[in-house]
């Protein structure tokens, strides 16, 4: 199995009224020919997908992630378990720390299991591809399991906490989370900062580029990412945006089979009292908010915080 070629380009992506310069992955066309499949969600595209959320730093993140386990708990992670996975890019990524035995990816996608097992296949080394899992699962009702009855640190990450739009759906997907967890364990949410909520006057668009090459390296047109457009209908009693998600190959052949896809996706918006009340309901609690999957950006800080993200624990017998 040949390896994709990589580089890196600037990108711009535009989120809550803001504009950040992020790196994004220059990915051969060749590759993802050979990974897009006929789905007819973007969910069942998961070289697409990958593609487009290439930007993230995913070897910082997981330090973070790692890092604030250790903090709180005092002790390494020792396993890890990622739900809405997708690619499982952060599960992945954790394997290349010393002190994690397993990590476990669950997604109701076999798509993206099967994309993510062929990257582990080329990512990870022997003794790692024996400690990674993935499962394909409902995160409202799934079980752990890993070689063990417990798991230390849970990820549910890049907002797929707002598929979940019902307060019973998320108290269920938090409650089998809880069963899963270790008794000192971590969980972490990822999730749009609030203020996107009190500020939905009008949905506004979010787009980005990456740009593709062929296989000499030659320019071979761009894909172009909405992640949200002018215009969504909004629901401010339920707090759910319906979603646009839209995917288009620009100057990429189409006789090639390469799929474009635009849908709908109804997403919800939370507030962090409401992760709180939440995680309550399911026998967590709330410890820490942070502005950013990395170190020192406070959740209230108003030019550098641009995600909520919430760390839960058990909660503690009075």
């Not at 949200?228 to 401010?236: L, M």
């Not at 309550?280 to 641009?306: I, K, P, T, Y």
Request: net charge negative.
């Amino acid at each position: 199995m040949s390896r994709p070629a990589f580089l890196f380009v600037f990108g711009l992506f535009t989120a809550s009224n803001q504009a950040f310069i992020l790196t994004t992955q220059k990915k051969c066309v060749t590759s993802l020919r050979a990974t897009v499949g006929k789905g007819e969600s973007i969910y069942s595209l998961p070289a697409l997908y990958d593609l487009a959320f290439g930007y993230r730093d995913f070897e910082e993140e997981v330090d973070f992630l790692l890092n604030t386990h250790e903090r709180l708990v005092g002790r390494p992670a020792l396993s890890v378990l990622e739900l809405a996975a997708g690619p499982a890019r952060h599960a992945l990524t954790a394997l290349s720390d010393s002190s994690i035995q397993t990590a476990t990816a669950v997604d109701s996608s076999q798509e993206m299991a099967d994309y993510a097992i062929e990257i582990a296949a080329e990512l990870l080394d022997e003794q790692q591809l024996k400690s990674f899992q993935y499962c394909v699962d409902d995160m409202r009702s799934f079980r752990y399991k890993n070689g063990k009855d417990s798991v230390d640190t849970v990820w549910i990450l890049l907002g797929s906490l707002q598929h979940l739009t019902s307060n019973d759906d998320v108290i269920s997907c938090l409650q089998a989370v809880q069963e899963a967890l270790a008794e000192d364990g971590t969980i972490v949410l990822e999730l749009p900062h609030p203020r996107e909520t009190f500020s939905m006057v009008e949905c506004t668009k979010n787009s980005w580029k990456v740009p593709l090459e062929d296989d000499s390296g030659k320019e071979s047109g761009e894909l172009k990412i909405i992640w949200g457009d002018d215009g969504d209908a909004f629901d401010p009693i339920r707090q759910v945006r319906q979603f646009t998600v839209a995917m288009e190959l620009v100057g990429v052949a189409q006789s090639e089979g390469i799929q474009n896809i635009r849908q709908v996706v109804p997403l919800r918006l939370f507030t962090a009292q409401e992760i709180a009340a939440l995680a309550r309901c399911a026998g967590l609690e709330l410890v820490e908010m942070h502005g950013a999957l990395e170190e020192g950006v406070q959740v209230d800080d108003e030019m550098l915080a641009f995600r909520l993200v919430c760390v839960l624990q058990h909660l503690k017998k009075s």
